[in-house]
């Protein structure tokens, strides 16, 4: 993912935040309702590249020379984080290890130290048997083709796509939480994609990709960083959408509220996620800890600790010795 993955909700109250002006200076002709699943169309192609190239974020995995590896690394990070957290970790990896084979070579336990806070910490874990595959099965580089891509530990549908299209410079359908959005907004009409993603809005996006492969990787790189700048979860701003006044069908059809949405943010306080996610940094921080220490962590709910303790060691995240934990 070029960048992070935005809330995926609207909140109540924000659907008539553009200023008129926005609206009646575009314009946008009512798409029919068979338009509204019809694919984005040439001139907003264009206008969305355009706007990229104007208004993009000049991001370090973005630069011309960045190794297929390093943007690999960026397109796993990013997938539960954003931008701004991923930056000082992506830089600090790249410097420890900038190819496959470093990473390989590390020892695990400084690889989750320097995942730091970047929260889901299987994916370094992830990561580090990519790298170790990559250089067992690919001689150290990074290998070309999705379904090639997808055999790699941690490498699924998005990542394979994504490091096609920014690593490789190839056709590839690459649909992220930024992009649904975009294309639900756009072409559906509707506030928000549907809960799962479907095969018809899989469909949606192969359709507008562009035929050409430089466009293609454009247009990619363009709609995404669409999504998570302005067409953002919860206050799009159409106002500055160069969709806008090429006929999107949220828009015209005057920013109708969402559907019945049922999904809720979970609470992140008093979870398990939480917990790990405590017990790791007490990890990060000595390396080691004991039971009384663990315990500390919550005095009130010994069983969650050592509920949060035994998933840690189950993920291979840490590793009991005695009645201490340690990383591996
Ligand atoms: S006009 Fe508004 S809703 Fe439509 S794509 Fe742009 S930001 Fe999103």
Redesign the pocket.
């Known amino acids: 993912m070029s960048g992070a993955s935005a809330p995926s909700t609207i909140g109540a109250g924000q659907d008539h935040q553009?200023p008129a002006r926005a609206v009646r200076g575009?314009s946008p002709a009512a798409p029919s309702p068979d338009a509204l699943s019809s694919p984005v169309d040439d001139a907003s192609i264009e206008a969305v590249i355009a706007w990229f190239a104007r208004s993009g974020r000049d991001l370090p995995w973005r630069h011309q020379g960045v190794s297929a590896w390093a943007i690999l690394v960026s397109e796993v990070m990013l997938q539960q984080t954003p931008v701004v957290r991923v930056l000082p970790r992506w830089q600090e990896w790249m410097s420890c290890w900038p190819t496959p084979a470093d990473l390989a070579d590390a020892p695990t336990a400084e690889v989750l130290r320097r995942w730091d806070r970047l929260g889901y910490p299987r994916r370094a874990l992830r990561l580090q048997e990519c790298a170790r595959a990559i250089v067992r099965e690919h001689g150290g580089e990074v290998p070309e083709g999705e379904e090639t891509l997808r055999t790699l530990p941690g490498v699924g549908e998005y990542t394979a796509a994504a490091v096609t299209a920014f690593a490789h410079h190839r056709r590839a359908v690459v649909v992220d939480t930024n992009i649904r959005?975009?294309l639900t907004?756009?072409r559906r009409g509707r506030a928000l994609p549907d809960r799962s993603y479907s095969a018809a809005e899989r469909s949606l996006a192969a359709r507008s990709l562009p035929v050409q492969q430089e466009r293609s990787v454009a247009w990619n790189q363009a709609v995404m960083e669409?999504?998570a700048l302005?067409?953002?979860a919860r206050s799009?701003?159409?106002e500055?959408?160069?969709?806008?006044a090429e006929g999107?069908?949220?828009?015209a059809a005057g920013?109708p509220a969402p559907e019945a949405d049922t999904r809720r943010r979970q609470a992140f306080e008093g979870t398990d996620r939480q917990m790990r996610g405590l017990i790791m940094a007490l990890l990060r921080g000595d390396g080691i800890a004991n039971e009384m220490q663990l315990l500390a962590l919550d005095p009130e709910d010994s069983a969650r600790v050592q509920r949060c303790t035994e998933s840690l060691i189950a993920d291979g995240l840490a590793v009991r010795e005695g009645e201490s934990l340690h990383l591996p």
């Open positions: 553009v575009a959005r975009v907004r756009s669409l999504g302005v067409c953002t799009p701003r159409c500055e959408c160069p969709l806008a999107c069908a949220w828009l920013r």
